[in-house]
């Protein structure tokens, strides 16, 4: 569903979004819809409804309604006064205007098409390797990449190839490519097989992470790239030396983030990438800081310090350590906290798309979503994101998020793109239906190709 008076596309079998709660069969409308404002609801395709029912609307100023309710008679008549017929939801595009004889109703008529085509983007493969490397490869030549960053895909090295984003950024995009810590996968050997023009891999984390038997098959595909492996005893060592390998490159914003859980630093990934925002852990305990991410912070010249979850996520103490080491004050210090790590997603992503971010802004347009519960599917996602200067935003695999559908419709005008990360086991059908429902189109196109089709009704 989209507001204002460009229309709503509508299609066919399809689950109709509607701005306000509609009612149908309620007695105080004569079995009509009553829309009371600051709701929302859906009603499914060819739901019938009695077509001269009153279409009233409760709390809402003239013209406040425009676009936001979409109906027609089957018989594709607009439903004023005639209460003998039935109206059910069809196929086309319509718009909600002011009924010129009685003020306090509403009438039903068509606008003009959009003329849009929506791309969906589904990135997925068997298992985390073949998503990685659907991801990495996505929208891009493999075989022009000058750089590719390695990193683990076990489920405990998971902030190595998020803290690995700003190195991405500052490699003109270099793809992040997850491999098993004791063997190349397939699907990891293939990707890089078809970087012939790589001269430079970087190997984030320790042999514990990327086995020195990994390193070694990755000589044998590239033996004309020079390998460096950036790896400290831990994941906050591993940080700060990819901080140090940024040099001169990284900006002037610090990202802090908790150390032993995933989300806040994925949600912070693409803007990270995109701005070469170098990503800092807390210590193991989440309730303090390494003396080597104190002194980096102090070496980095930095004017800005984003600090990612609540205080539960990073206290309040770990925050003003990293600030005083870093020598700025509380004005330079932005705390981005939801209630949960979806919340803290879309705050982030509202404070990185807004326009007072100035070059380093990100957009709407192409944003991925990806399951909250696991990182794996998402991993390599900061670059990709990154370099299309896009967000990320997370969701529980089968629950839909109000308040993501709520972005997605406020900025639904400027999305052609929307990339889901992972299959329907990751994020469901019924989810991406809900998620790209509020974009105005007049047709749908699937990427990578149509194999990746489900039906949108």
């Known amino acids: ?203 984030i984390g320790d042999r514990y992470a990327v086995s020195n038997g990994v390193e070694s098959e990755i000589a044998a595909l590239l033996p004309s790239a020079q390998i460096e492996r950036l790896g400290g005893e831990g994941r906050q060592q591993t940080a700060e030396l990819i901080f140090a390998e940024l040099g001169s490159s990284a900006s002037k914003t610090a990202i802090l983030t908790r150390s032993m859980n995933f989300p806040d630093s994925l949600s912070a990934s693409p803007w990270a990438a995109a701005t070469v925002s170098p990503i800092f852990l807390t210590g193991f305990d989440e309730r303090s800081i390494t003396q080597g991410t104190l002194d980096a912070l102090a070496a980095g010249d930095f004017d800005q310090l984003i600090v990612l979850g609540d205080g539960y996520s990073v206290p309040d103490s770990v925050a003003a350590a990293a600030r005083d080491a870093a020598g700025l004050t509380d004005a330079d210090v932005v705390r981005i906290g939801g209630e949960g790590r ?52 997370l969701t529980w695999p089968d629950e839909v998020h109000d308040g993501l559908v709520s972005a997605v419709t406020a900025a639904s005008d400027s999305i052609s793109e929307i990339r889901f990360f992972g299959d329907e086991y990751s994020v469901s059908t019924s989810l991406m239906r809900a998620y790209t429902a509020p974009v105005p189109r007049d047709d749908v196109a699937w990427k990578p190709d149509d194999s990746v089709a489900f039906d949108l009704s």
């Open 1 to 203: 569903m989209a507001g204002g008076s460009s229309g709503i596309a509508v299609y066919p079998n399809s689950t109709l979004n509607v701005w306000d709660t509609p009612q149908i069969g309620a007695s105080d409308t004569d079995n009509g819809v009553f829309l009371a404002s600051g709701m929302s609801a859906t009603v499914p395709a060819g739901e019938d409804l009695l077509a001269g029912s009153r279409i009233n609307f409760e709390g809402l100023e003239d013209g406040a309604a425009e676009g936001a309710l979409v109906a027609k008679r089957a018989d594709a008549s607009t439903a004023v006064t005639d209460e003998s017929a039935f109206m059910a939801w069809t196929a086309g595009t319509y718009s909600v205007v002011r009924n010129a004889s009685n003020t306090s109703e509403y009438v039903l008529e068509e606008a003009p098409p959009t003329g849009k085509t929506l791309s969906i983007a589904r990135l997925y493969g068997a298992d985390r390797y073949e998503t990685s490397g659907k991801v990495s490869s996505y929208e891009r030549d493999l075989s022009t990449a000058s750089t590719v960053i390695i990193a683990s895909g076990a489920d405990r090295n998971f902030p190595d190839a998020l803290a690995a984003s700003a190195l991405s950024g500052a490699n003109g995009n270099a793809p992040i490519v997850l491999t098993d810590p004791s063997s190349l996968p397939t699907a990891t050997s293939t990707a890089l097989a078809q970087a012939t023009s790589a001269t430079k891999v970087y190997i």
């Open 342 to 393: 979806v919340e803290t997603s879309l705050l982030f992503a509202q404070w990185a798309t807004d326009p007072a971010r100035g070059t380093d802004s990100l957009s709407w347009d192409n944003l991925a979503i990806t399951r909250a519960d696991k990182h794996p599917d998402a991993l390599s996602g900061g670059a990709l994101q990154g370099m299309h200067g896009s967000v990320v935003l």
